[in-house]
């Protein structure tokens, strides 16, 4: 029978395959000391502390948001002459609570007072600032009367009253000055057509009176 022979693989070959094993263990040594991602510790996340708002400032933004609303919705969407009638009404009694805390004839008004009850009071906008403001209602000998009570937030709220009364008398004063300057710039060019008008009657009749004497 025929012998089949073994072919012998080259020596460089053999010291190859030899070689192999020992790097493929080393490799898989060094996967396993490298640290995994997955088994670093997680960054807790330290959320801010939230203060809840003290009652003062949850009364004073709701004076606010109240006051405003009644001045830009109602009080300015009236005619200029209303609005700044009770805007600079309103401005006097806060300035005077605010310049003289202590006096208690400044803290309260008469409903039936004919100026307050004509420039506020029946103005729309203007018992919903009041009330907003911090002023109450009370009867006294079956006179209505309108006072306010405390101080310190109180008169927060009164100072905050005072800054939007002066914004927003000064937005109506800028609106007032616009319509001025249009109803001048009208009253210009009335002026002027007018002008133009004259000048042709007068050449109107400076011809009728050449064609006369012809």
């Given amino acids: ?21 020992p790097a493929a263990a080393s490799s898989d040594a060094a996967l396993a000391e490298a640290p995994s991602e997955d088994s670093a510790e997680p960054t807790l996340y330290a959320a801010p502390i939230i203060t809840p708002p003290t009652p003062d400032e949850l009364r004073l933004a709701e004076a606010r948001k109240q006051m405003l609303r009644a001045l830009d919705t109602k009080i300015t969407q009236e005619d200029d ?5 009770a805007i600079e009404l309103l401005e006097k009694l806060v300035s005077n609570i605010l310049a ?36 109450s209602t009370k009867v006294v000998q079956f006179e209505e009367i ?3 009570q ?4 109180e008169l927060t709220v009164l ?21 001025e300057a249009a109803r001048e710039e009208r009253k210009r060019g009335i002026d002027k057509e007018k002008e133009l008008i004259l000048q042709q009657i007068e050449g109107d009749k400076s011809e009728r009176k050449d064609k006369s004497w012809k």
């Avoid at 004839?105 to 004509?118: L, V």
């Fill in 81 to 85: 002459a209303t609005a700044l009638g």
């Fill in 159 to 179: 100072e905050h009253a005072q800054e939007g009364l002066a914004r927003y008398k000064a937005l109506v004063h800028e609106r007032l000055q616009k319509r």
């Fill in 1 to 21: 029978a025929t012998r089949r022979l073994r072919r012998r693989p080259a020596r460089g070959q053999a010291m190859d395959a030899a070689a192999d094993p």
């Fill in 146 to 148: 309108w006072q306010l």
């Fill in 150 to 153: 405390g101080s310190g937030i």
């Fill in 100 to 135: 003289h805390p202590d006096e208690p004839k400044y803290r309260e008004f008469k409903a039936s007072n004919p100026a307050i009850s004509k420039k506020l009071l029946k103005v729309p906008g203007g018992m919903e600032f009041v009330n907003a403001a911090g002023f």
